[in-house]
């Protein structure tokens, strides 16, 4: 038996029931702004947003579509407070309603100023404003780049500097806006074309203005070229109380771009008058030095050790004289002994023998000639070795023949006498070096203790 109510009522199917929903959720609220704090942000494979927007009480869910979030110039995250503009909606295939997202706002500071922080915090955390990776500006650059607007006054006022300091600058413009959509890719572009060209070094300039009329500074796409940019980059941006990402990333900030011209390039005249004076000041120094060196070799020259070298070797041959004295002494007792047994010996001769003591002495004396003459020969040769080795002990320990030898004499310049030690010098100390063929005056650099063993030989 059918039953007559249900009969006459209109039944939905589940589709159907959602669309009829979402027409009139839709109507209802076709343009509404929501106040809350973002909560379970996820963003899919960085296209679609999906969050939750709630407040102490209730959570309502939200989605921004790619065509909607890629032109919001903060970055929506979690915990963020944030009014967003949009409508309501039936997702019908969860029968879920759900308020899609058109603008969105942060609450409390501007957009900009929420994304300045935002960009600001994200590129220090990654080393873009650490100063190990600041390049050095060149004192005195062969071509400076300038990304400007020719048609402002930044131009003439960077210009005019650079006239003032150094008239004879090579100075290669590239014209670019600095304001509005497509100025950031020009000044991308235009770093790429001054680094091509080949500058030393590149300027960016800009007059004063908004944090809107400078965002073109504040982008990531403008850090990032800045940053990995092979030459050295100047920003000037606006006065000197704005401050842009580019100021940050940059090698160097200029306050004006009037003072950014007085970074780049040094003063010329100021410069030139300082080398003269440097080069005056060493001239006297070096004058002063040669007459004190100078001064120093003539004293040395007099010293008597230099003057009449030979002194050192009187001792020495008074020792020689003393041996060869004592030889010939030694030699004139062997020989007087030796005709004194003669006497003897003749002494003691039989008259009757004579002619068999004659022959028998004759063989003795031959052979006592023999073992005599061996015995001075052989003690001659002897004080000739003993003579041979003082003299070669002479003529080591002679100071002439160890300067000749490549061997060198230090001298204390204080305290006038020769140095045998490292224990005796002190580093940064000045001393002096004796060769062959003259005196040099130095200073100890540094000093090593190393004993050195008996047995040592110069390689050399």
């Given at each position: 038996?059918?039953?007559?109510?249900?009969?006459?009522?209109?039944?939905?199917?589940?589709?159907?029931?959602?669309?009829?929903?979402?027409?009139?959720?839709?109507?209802?609220?076709?343009?509404?702004?929501?106040?809350?704090?973002?909560?379970?942000?996820?963003?899919?494979?960085?296209?679609?947003?999906?969050?939750?927007?709630?407040?102490?009480?209730?959570?309502?869910?939200?989605?921004?579509?790619?065509?909607?979030?890629?032109?919001?110039?903060?970055?929506?995250?979690?915990?963020?407070?944030?009014?967003?503009?949009?409508?309501?909606?039936?997702y019908e295939k969860r029968g879920e309603y759900q308020l899609v997202a058109m603008d969105a706002r942060p609450v409390g500071?501007?957009?900009?100023?929420?994304?300045?922080?935002?960009?600001?915090?994200?590129?220090?955390?990654?080393?873009?404003?650490?100063?190990?990776?600041?390049?050095?500006?060149?004192?005195?650059?062969?071509?400076?780049?300038?990304?400007?607007?020719?048609?402002?006054?930044?131009?003439?006022?960077?210009?005019?500097?650079?006239?003032?300091?150094?008239?004879?600058?090579?100075?290669?413009?590239?014209?670019?806006?600095?304001?509005?959509?497509?100025?950031?890719?020009?000044?991308?572009?235009?770093?790429?074309?001054?680094?091509?060209?080949?500058?030393?070094?590149?300027?960016?300039?800009?007059?004063?203005?908004?944090?809107?009329?400078?965002?073109?500074?504040?982008?990531?796409?403008?850090?990032?070229?800045?940053?990995?940019?092979?030459?050295?980059?100047?920003?000037?941006?606006?006065?000197?109380?704005?401050?842009?990402?580019?100021?940050?990333?940059?090698?160097?900030?200029?306050?004006?771009?009037?003072?950014?011209?007085?970074?780049?390039?040094?003063?010329?005249?100021?410069?030139?008058?300082?080398?003269?004076?440097?080069?005056?000041?060493?001239?006297?120094?070096?004058?002063?030095?040669?007459?004190?060196?100078?001064?120093?070799?003539?004293?040395?020259?007099?010293?008597?050790?230099?003057?009449?070298?030979?002194?050192?070797?009187?001792?020495?041959?008074?020792?020689?004289?003393?041996?060869?004295?004592?030889?010939?002494?030694?030699?004139?007792?062997?020989?007087?002994?030796?005709?004194?047994?003669?006497?003897?010996?003749?002494?003691?001769?039989?008259?009757?023998?004579?002619?068999?003591?004659?022959?028998?002495?004759?063989t003795v004396i031959k052979n006592s000639d023999i073992r005599l003459i061996s015995t001075v020969n052989n003690y001659i040769?002897?004080?000739?070795?003993?003579?041979?080795?003082?003299?070669?002990?002479?003529?080591?320990?002679?100071?002439?023949?160890?300067?000749?030898?490549?061997?060198?004499?230090?001298?204390?310049?204080?305290?006038?006498?020769?140095?045998?030690?490292?224990?005796?010098?002190?580093?940064?100390?000045?001393?002096?070096?004796?060769?062959?063929?003259?005196?040099?005056?130095?200073?100890?650099?540094?000093?090593?203790?190393?004993?050195?063993?008996?047995?040592?030989?110069n390689e050399n």
């Amino acid at each position: 038996m059918e039953d007559y109510s249900i009969s006459k009522t209109k039944v939905y199917t589940v589709s159907e029931l959602n669309q009829d929903i979402k027409r009139n959720v839709e109507a209802g609220y076709p343009d509404i702004w929501v106040e809350g704090e973002v909560s379970n942000f996820y963003f899919h494979d960085k296209k679609h947003m999906y969050f939750d927007l709630k407040d102490e009480n209730s959570k309502i869910k939200v989605v921004m579509f790619q065509n909607i979030n890629r032109n919001l110039i903060f970055d929506i995250e979690e915990g963020l407070h944030i009014l967003i503009n949009g409508y309501i909606s039936l997702y019908e295939k969860r029968g879920e309603y759900q308020l899609v997202a058109m603008d969105a706002r942060p609450v409390g500071k501007g957009a900009l100023i929420l994304a300045f922080e935002q960009l600001k915090k994200k590129l220090g955390e990654k080393g873009y404003f650490d100063v190990i990776n600041k390049k050095s500006i060149p004192l005195l650059p062969g071509r400076i780049g300038l990304v400007t607007s020719t048609g402002g006054a930044v131009i003439r006022d960077i210009i005019l500097v650079l006239k003032e300091r150094f008239e004879n600058f090579h100075l290669i413009v590239r014209d670019v806006n600095v304001q509005g959509i497509t100025s950031s890719d020009e000044i991308c572009e235009a770093i790429d074309e001054l680094c091509e060209y080949g500058v030393d070094v590149i300027i960016i300039a800009r007059g004063g203005g908004s944090l809107e009329d400078l965002w073109a500074f504040n982008t990531e796409k403008i850090a990032g070229k800045i940053f990995e940019c092979p030459v050295p980059i100047i920003s000037a941006i606006g006065h000197e109380t704005d401050y842009t990402i580019s100021d940050f990333v940059a090698d160097r900030r200029a306050a004006t771009p009037s003072v950014a011209a007085e970074i780049v390039i040094l003063n010329k005249r100021e410069t030139v008058e300082k080398i003269e004076t440097m080069v005056k000041r060493a001239r006297s120094l070096i004058s002063s030095e040669v007459k004190i060196r100078k001064k120093e070799i003539l004293l040395l020259m007099r010293r008597r050790i230099f003057a009449r070298p030979e002194t050192l070797l009187d001792r020495f041959n008074q020792v020689v004289s003393e041996l060869n004295i004592r030889l010939e002494r030694d030699i004139g007792a062997n020989l007087k002994t030796v005709e004194n047994n003669l006497i003897n010996i003749c002494r003691l001769i039989d008259k009757k023998n004579i002619i068999d003591k004659i022959y028998s002495f004759k063989t003795v004396i031959k052979n006592s000639d023999i073992r005599l003459i061996s015995t001075v020969n052989n003690y001659i040769n002897l004080k000739k070795s003993k003579i041979k080795y003082i003299m070669g002990k002479i003529a080591d320990r002679n100071p002439v023949n160890i300067l000749e030898r490549g061997f060198a004499l230090l001298y204390g310049v204080e305290k006038d006498r020769s140095i045998k030690s490292v224990r005796e010098v002190n580093v940064d100390q000045a001393v002096r070096i004796l060769l062959r063929d003259g005196v040099l005056s130095a200073r100890i650099f540094d000093k090593i203790y190393k004993k050195i063993e008996p047995g040592f030989k110069n390689e050399n």
